[in-house]
């Protein structure tokens, strides 16, 4: 016991020194800040699966097709996944995500990115396979070819 009490009172010692305290509110914001994003994936864990759904929608992903391919996002699928945004800010943790906090930074792909920070977000993995496909001019573009491994 007495040995306890003499290393309680040398960290208090060393604490009061370096002017910590064990109650440091930068700690506890910290903390409370982690468990907002987390109560964030549990408290809309329905309203995050409908948006995953709904992108899958968009993006014809099914039992039978679990593929998407990047030459092949129009700019009519790319302006529905857009349309999602302000449900997206809501119900996810979106501060990290460049794309939709810096509207200054021109980004090639808008659309794109979102797809794949709401599938790293949902814990969805993924494959990436690029390749060079023909156009209907018969020209050579770049795609990149996605194959969801789980689908939720």
Do not use: C
């Not at 092949?72 to 302000?86: H, Q, S, V």
């Not at 939709?100 to 920070?117: E, Y």
């Not at 814990?123 to 050579?140: F, R």
């Amino acid at each position: 016991m007495e040995n306890n009490n003499e290393q309680q009172v040398i960290l208090q010692e060393i604490l009061s020194e370096t002017n910590v305290s064990s109650n440091d509110s930068t700690i506890n914001k910290n903390t409370e800040k982690r468990k907002r994003v987390r109560n964030r994936a549990l408290k809309f864990k329905k309203e995050r699966q409908e948006i995953l759904e709904e992108l899958y929608n968009i993006l014809n992903i099914n039992d039978n097709n679990y593929l998407f391919y990047s030459h092949k996002l129009t700019e009519d699928i790319k302006n529905k996944i857009l349309a999602l945004e302000e449900n997206i800010k809501l119900y996810f943790n979106t501060s990290p995500w460049t794309v939709l906090q810096n509207n200054s930074l021109k980004i090639k792909n808008k659309a794109l990115s979102i797809i794949k920070h709401i599938l790293k977000d949902m814990n969805i993995e993924y494959v990436t396979n690029s390749y060079l496909v023909k156009d209907d001019n018969g020209n050579l573009i770049g795609t990149t070819e996605y194959k969801i491994i789980k689908i939720l």
